[in-house]
């Protein structure tokens, strides 16, 4: 499965931004999908995740109520909607796709996008 992140910018606080992860050679709704991201100098962090069967999704606890995940399955394409930003959710956003529920270590994840750049500014 290859997996196309995009959707990344530069957004002032209390802002908003839509990240978009495109899936090809797989069909997202055969995985767990997640999103996670990894600010300069700390670890890769999962942001959300979410499995197609039953539709769970999980936040870590500093995005809940202002990030939502969500998938279109007839364009084999998952989103990350996020509001209200700050600057401290500046970082690289990674999309990835696995197999584990919940898995939140990114050893969770078998498929990864290359990426995209989220500035939020004060």
């Known amino acids: 499965v290859q997996l196309q992140a995009s959707g990344g910018g530069l957004v002032q606080a209390g802002g908003s931004l839509r990240l978009s992860c495109a899936a090809s050679?797989?069909?997202?709704?055969?995985?767990?999908v997640g999103w996670f991201r990894q600010a300069p100098g700390k670890e890769r962090e999962i942001v959300a995740a979410?499995?197609?069967?039953?539709?769970?999704?999980y936040y870590t606890d500093s995005v809940k109520g202002r990030f939502t995940i969500s998938r279109d399955n007839d364009q084999n394409t998952m989103y990350l909607q996020m509001s209200t930003l700050k600057p401290a959710d500046t970082a690289v956003y990674y999309c990835?796709?696995?197999?584990?529920?919940?898995?939140?270590?990114?050893?969770?994840?078998?498929?990864w996008g290359q990426g995209t750049q989220v500035t939020v500014s004060s």
């Open positions: 990835a796709a696995g197999s584990v529920w919940l898995g939140v270590s990114t050893t969770h994840y078998r498929y």
């Open positions: 050679g797989g069909l997202l709704r055969d995985y767990v």
């Open positions: 979410k499995r197609w069967v039953g539709g769970s999704s």
